[in-house]
């Protein structure tokens, strides 16, 4: 490697973080995502797990995110359309009940 370019990274948990970095390499450029994890002396360390792809690949990559992202959208929506449906039917279900006793007395 020959440079390397931090462009931002975030926190998986408290002993790792994500970084995400161009990397120059034989004159060519990189993007690396790799996961990173503070060692014994609180210093933090590379792991050996991590991705690095050619810039040209750096659309499809974007592609791949967004509909990640997308179907995380498309199932929390479907999610929380099925949750309404539950408590409309559970109030369905309550005023039945209360129109069923309502009759008995």
């Known amino acids: 490697m020959e440079k390397q370019e931090l462009i ?11 970084r995400l970095s161009f990397q120059t390499y034989k004159g060519r450029r990189y993007l690396s995502l790799w996961l990173w994890f503070k060692d014994d002396d609180d210093s933090w360390q590379p792991s050996k797990k991590g991705l690095i792809l050619p810039l040209d690949l750096l659309s499809d990559l974007k592609k791949a995110v967004d509909a990640a992202l997308a179907k995380i959208e498309f199932e929390e929506s479907r999610d929380s359309v099925q949750a309404e449906k539950e408590k409309l039917r559970d109030a369905e ?13």
């Open 8 to 18: 931002t990274s975030f926190s998986k948990n408290s002993l790792e973080e994500v």
């Open 93 to 105: 279900n309550f005023f039945k009940k209360a129109e069923e006793e309502g009759k008995k007395t």
